[in-house]
Every structure is written in C-alpha cells, then in structure tokens.
C-alpha cells in the first residue's frame, strides 16, 4: 500500500469525494459527514504516498518517432506522468491542510450545500494534478476545471458582484485557456511531443526556437500571467478574492499561488535556457508587486484590501522565480509557502469579522480589541509576519530574495523588495487600527457568533507561521535540492 | 510643502476620511516615485544602449512632473473589463514584439 501507485489517488480521490457529495446536494448532514471524511483522507494520501513517477496506462519510456519529433532524443514518454517528489509533497500537504480548514470553517455558513463542497473538491483535485503533471494538456485541462471550480465558488456567494466577478474571471479564462491551448498545439507541431520532460529535451537539442515556438512561448506566458494573477490580470483576480466568503478567498488565493509556482517551474522547465522567458517574468512580477501594494495602500475595505495584498505577494513570488537562479528560484517558492500561511490567517479574521460585524468596510468598524482580544492579537502576528518581521517565516524568505536579488546583481530588487514590506505592512496595519484601535464604531457586534473554530484554526496557522520561521531549513533544504536537480 | 501636499492628497481623498487614510496615500505615493527610480536605475545600468538610456530618463522625468500618480494608478486599475481588456491586449502584444525582437538562441 505505501508505495508510489498512491499517487494518481491525490487526483482521483478528492473527484469521487466531489462526486458523492454533489450527489447529496441539500442532504447537509451526509454532505457534512462526508466532507470532513474526505478532507481527513486528501491529507493523509501525500503523506503516506512515497516518491516516485507514475506512468498511466503502463506505458514506460519508449523509443523516440524521429519523424513525429524531428529532434533526435533517445526516447519518450507515451502516455500520461505524474511525478511526486519532495517539492510536490511540501506542497500538497499544505494544500489538502488548507482544505480541510477551509471545509471545516464553511461548513458553518448557511450556503453549504453538496455542490458547494463539491467545487472545493474539484479545486483541490485540480490543483493537485497541475502540481504532480508531467504532461502539458494534462496540465492544460486542469487549470481549465480549476477555472470553472474557483468561478463556482465565488458565484455561490450569491450577490450581483460575486456574479459579476465570476463572469469576468471566466471570460479572461477564455483567453487564457484559449493563449496555452494554442501555444500547446504549436508546440506539439513543431517537436510532437506533450511530456515536459521530452519537450525540454527536444528543444535543448534543437537548438534556437524557431518563430512558431516564440509564439508558442508568449502564448503560454499569457496563460501564466492569468493562471497566477499577476498583471494584467491582477484585477480580475483581486475581484475574486474580494467577492468570494474569506474562507474561499484564502483558500483561492493558496491554489492561485501554487499553480504559479507549478506553471513557472513547468516553463522554466521546457524553456530551460531560454533567458528571455525570465526577464519577462520578473517585468510582470515586478509590475504587479508594485501596483498590488499601492492599490492595496488606496482601499478602505479589508477584504479588497486583503485581495490586493495577496495579489503583490504572488508578484514577489514571481519575482523570484523570474530572477531565474537556483537561490532565487527556491526563495520565490519558500515564500509562496510562506505567504499562504500568513494571508489565510488574514482572511479567516476578515471572516470572523464579517461574522461578527456583517461588514467589512473599515470606516465602519472600531472598539474591536475590546470585543474580540484574540483576534486582534492574532491579525497583528500575522501582520508582522506577513510584512517579513522576524521571527516569523516570511522574514525567512524575503530575506532570501533579497540576498537571491543581490547575488543576481540586482541590488535595487533587494531595496524594492524592503519597501514593499514596509507598504505591506502599512496597508495591513492601517486595516488592524480601524478595526480594533479605532474608538467608536457604528455596527454593533453580533455577540453571538463565538467564532471557536475560526480561533483555533488561525491559532494552529500562526503557529505554523512561528514554527516554519524558527526552523526553516526543514522546508527550505528539500526545496532548494529539488530546484538545484531540475537544473532550471 | 507638507500642509500643501497633504492639501493636495486630502481634497482627493475626502470620501476616504482623514488620518490614516491621506497617510496610506502618502505612502503609496512614496512607493511609486521609489519605483520609477529604481526602474529607471536599473535600466540605466544594466541597457547598454544609450537610446534606452535616453529613453528612461524622458520617462522617468515624465512622470515625475504628474505626481501624485498613485490616483492615475488607482483610476487605471478599476473593476472595468473595459480597462482590464485593454491592459491584455496591450500586453499581449508587448509579449509579442519582446519576444519576436529579442534572442531565440538557448544559453
């Protein structure tokens, strides 16, 4: 049982769970009882599962069709491959835990339903699959579901704007599909292969891209930029964000994060080389880490505020991965880690708030500190660590990008990168002084809402946050190994 | 300077309220300048044409002559498809020309 063949359950698993509970839509005590079963079972699967590569269909490396590929490699991929390694296992253990919190915390609202679960299920195996592919359209069509998944999460909050948002996201997700499916299609053209692994072979050994695989490239880079949120598409994003419940914007903001790191390393895989495709990274990535800080600096309403937060962290992010080398590339992932962490606590107070004071409009709210003492203290942890204040773990990541920034020769990313914490921190400050310093407030509190599980959840992830930042090396070390073997 | 500055921000801000509010737009606005210089640093060190060279110091003094931006930043990042529309187009097609204009060959 513990051995590899477990892998491709990380997909399968959460989609029968979406199944069963989609078929029980309304029955909320079995959608309830069957949710937490589930979400227990999605976390234990990555952690009992051993590394390894799993090829569907049986189908093992094969001899190479030199007149399909045109490109003499020694041998391919014929079917289907999910690879599960260190990174993968990080990654995926984070993500079902967030799951679990996310489902725990939803099951409370009074929009839970069969199909509701059912999205977030969906999510989960979709991500899952985008962070284990080995294979481009496989990797395609999954970011297509998560798309579709992500909409209906934030369209069952069931308010004009959460439509409206909803409806912008799918319609950029046309042209974002659209961009990495022809992008696909050209690539499997000019080299007729899918598998990464192969392509990134296939294209070392031809040498310099011909113009179809340019435009394969930018194709695919636009696909990247709405997969991640970063700008163009900030907007679009920070509109899902904002319009989703909390609970659901943290856990959009996490999957939005990994599939950033997914599709960059992917990229950065397949263009291995390729400096161009990184310098264009880091432009957005700085374009939108900028924009996503002064705008979330401009909002008077936390969880707009909060959505644009996230936004300029998944640019820091980027940037990292965009400075392209093997120190840089594992900080911009360490910090994806360690940003989840840090801004789910923020939404899930931003969801005990709008519990307790049904607003979130910061002009509104005050005497908070008075009310709620411990999710005060709480968002204040979670705003120093998550404008990099030591000892917490974004201290530790954002150090490293700044020291991978300098050691890149680029020292005015490292200054950049400080003032941005400082405007992060500033947003984010300016929120927990209206909230709970600001005397006077004109809502009164619905005292009722006791907020028990929201409290233990974002103790256990400040604690996360407290642990990773006193020990980092036990993420960072598997993190930064995996990169170094990639040789991206 | 300051009382004009804060003049400057707080009849712009009024329906955001007062304090923290114009304080928050101050620092956003000190984030951009920041930006656009150290944008313009790196370009200057690391282009090595001096059209590009010239190019960003234009720019650069450009913007510096229509602060305070962060109000033009915030009036170009609505909620607007049309807006949002625009900015893809545009980027698409900045996408496009950098990396047709730019080197193909793998290193």
């Known amino acids: ?488 | 300077m300051l009382d004009k500055i804060y003049e400057i921000f707080h009849e712009r801000m009024i329906h955001k309220g007062k304090g923290v509010g114009i304080g928050s737009g101050f620092t956003s606005e000190f984030l951009m300048i920041s930006f656009f210089l150290i944008a313009g640093i790196l370009v200057l060190r690391t282009a090595n044409s001096v059209l590009f060279a010239l190019g960003s110091m234009v720019i650069l003094a450009a913007i510096l002559f229509t602060v305070p931006t962060v109000f033009r930043v915030e009036k170009e990042n609505t909620d607007s498809i049309n807006l949002t529309c625009f900015y893809v187009a545009l980027s698409i097609a900045v996408l496009l020309i950098v990396f047709f204009s730019g080197s193909e060959v793998l290193i």
């Open chain 1, 1 to 488: 049982m513990f051995n590899s063949t477990l892998i491709p359950l990380m997909v399968v698993f959460p989609l029968i769970a979406a199944i069963l509970v989609n078929f029980l839509h309304q029955k909320d005590r079995s959608v309830k009882t069957i949710a937490i079963i589930s979400s227990i079972v999605a976390v234990i699967i990555p952690l009992i599962t051993l590394y390894g590569v799993h090829l569907f269909s049986g189908h093992i490396r094969t001899e190479s069709f030199p007149e399909m590929s045109k490109l003499l490699i020694p041998d391919v991929y014929m079917g289907i491959v999910y690879s599960y390694g260190p990174l993968q296992k990080i990654l995926l253990a984070l993500l079902t835990v967030m799951t679990v919190f996310v489902i725990f915390l939803s099951l409370n609202r009074k929009l839970i339903s069969g199909v509701y679960v059912a999205m977030i299920f969906i999510s989960l195996a979709s991500v899952s699959a985008i962070i284990l592919a080995d294979d481009f359209f496989n990797f395609f069509v999954f970011t297509e579901v998560l798309t579709v998944a992500q909409a209906a999460l934030v369209i069952a909050v069931k308010e004009t704007k959460s439509h409206k948002a909803a409806f912008k996201y799918m319609i950029f997700g046309t042209v974002s599909g659209g961009s990495i499916l022809l992008g696909i299609a050209l690539l499997l053209g000019i080299y007729g292969l899918l598998n990464m692994t192969d392509l990134s072979n296939a294209i070392i050994a031809g040498g310099a891209l011909p113009p179809i695989a340019l435009t394969a490239v930018a194709l695919i880079t636009v696909g990247w930029l709405y997969e991640s949120g970063l700008f163009p598409f900030h907007i679009v994003k920070s509109n899902m964000y904002e319009n989703a419940t909390p609970e659901a914007a943290a856990l959009l903001q996490l999957q939005s994060k990994f599939v950033l790191v997914a599709m960059s390393i992917a990229l950065l895989r397949i263009f291995s080389g390729y400096t161009l495709l990184k310098s264009v990274m880091l432009g957005f990535a700085i374009f939108t880490v900028v924009i996503g800080s002064v705008m979330a600096l401009q909002q008077t309403e936390l969880r707009k505020l909060l959505s644009f937060v996230a936004v300029g962290q998944a640019g820091l992010v980027a940037m990292g991965i965009g400075l392209g080398t093997s120190f840089s590339i594992s900080a911009g992932i360490f910090h994806a880690i360690n940003d989840v962490l840090s801004m789910a606590i923020l939404f899930f107070v931003a969801g005990y708030i709008l519990d307790s004071y049904k607003t979130t409009k910061l002009d509104q709210l005050g005497d908070g500190l008075q009310k709620a003492p411990l999710i005060g203290l709480i968002m204040f942890l979670a705003t120093l660590a998550i404008s990099g204040v030591p000892p917490f773990n974004s201290y530790q990541s954002e150090f490293r990008l700044i020291q991978a920034a300098v050691q890149a020769g680029y020292a005015e990313l490292g200054i950049l990168i400080i003032l941005l914490s400082i405007a992060t921190f500033v947003a984010i400050i300016k929120a927990f002084y209206m909230i709970f310093m600001k005397p006077g407030t004109n809502v009164k509190p619905d005292l009722a809402i006791r907020g028990r599980m929201h409290k233990t959840i974002i103790v256990i992830l400040i604690v996360m946050c407290l642990f990773i930042g006193l020990f980092p090396h036990l993420v960072y070390d598997p993190i930064y190994n995996v990169i170094v073997a990639l040789g991206v």
